[in-house]
């Protein structure tokens, strides 16, 4: 069983970067993909950026060139550095781990772009 908490949102101003973070509980080393979604308020959640084992890397048309997830195997944090940040980009965000053949979400970081 793997835990995930995020953290690291909060209130930016457009243009503005934010690195929130996603830790486990246990080991993500062997971890098939780990996913960063996002959920404006009343829409549903979409998928923003994936790293798969192997250091592979996808992200939504939306996001691209602006973000970028890392993972961090002696923390078993994954990352999500987010620059340029648009008032669009504000959602909760909630990272999701595959591991052997089952999905761990967290709980969601509050990410709110805004003059």
């Known amino acids: 069983q793997v835990q995930l908490v995020e953290s690291g949102g909060g209130l930016v101003q457009p243009g503005g970067s934010l690195r929130p973070s996603c830790a486990a509980s246990?080991?993500?080393?062997?971890?098939?993909?780990m996913s960063w979604y996002r959920q404006p308020s009343g829409k549903q959640r979409e998928l923003v950026a994936t790293?798969?084992?192997?250091?592979?890397?996808n992200y939504a048309d939306s996001v691209k060139g602006r973000f970028t997830i890392s993972r961090d195997y002696l923390k078993n944090t994954v990352y999500l550095q987010m620059n340029s940040l648009k008032p669009e980009d504000t959602a909760d965000y909630y990272c999701?781990?595959?591991?052997?053949?089952?999905?761990?979400w967290g709980q969601g970081t509050q990410v709110t772009v805004s003059s």
């Open positions: 999701r781990v595959l591991l052997y053949g089952r999905q761990y």
């Open positions: 246990g080991s993500i080393v062997n971890a098939n993909a």
């Open positions: 790293l798969v084992n192997g250091g592979g890397s």
